[in-house]
């Protein structure tokens, strides 16, 4: 009732578009969902930040990402930064994970 026939009838041109926002890039039929790309970017601005400390302590660090049920940023950081162990929902880990992981960072 907000607007009148005339009003709906000038704008029946008007195409509305909607835009996904969200930082998982979980939504079908798009390359990436407005805030992934600065998700990623706040990411690597931390493994940056404690990849220094981690190599001058020699020590190990974990780091969990953003993403809920969607492992795209996790693999995507992994990717970026050369990490050596990645888990994604996509692809739950084998049933012997904890002893390869180990043997890994025994190497």
């Known amino acids: ?9 000038r704008s029946s ?3 509305i578009v909607g835009m996904v926002g969200s930082i998982d890039n ?8 407005i805030g992934t790309d600065s998700a990623l970017h706040r990411i690597m601005e931390i493994v940056d930040a ?3 400390t981690a190599q001058s302590h020699q020590r190990t660090f974990v780091l969990e ?5 969607c492992g795209y940023l996790a693999l995507i950081t992994a990717l970026a ?7 994604i ?7 012997d994970w904890e002893d390869h ?6 190497e």
């Open 89 to 95: 929902p996509e692809s739950p880990p084998e049933d």
């Open 65 to 69: 990402v953003m993403g809920r049920h």
């Open 50 to 52: 404690i990849t220094t």
């Open 101 to 106: 992981l180990c043997r890994r960072l025994t």
């Open 26 to 33: 979980d939504f079908c039929g798009t390359d990436m969902t």
């Open 1 to 9: 009732g907000g607007i009148s026939a005339e009003e709906a009838k």
């Open 81 to 87: 930064c050369g990490a050596d162990w990645v888990f």
């Open 13 to 15: 041109f008007l195409n």
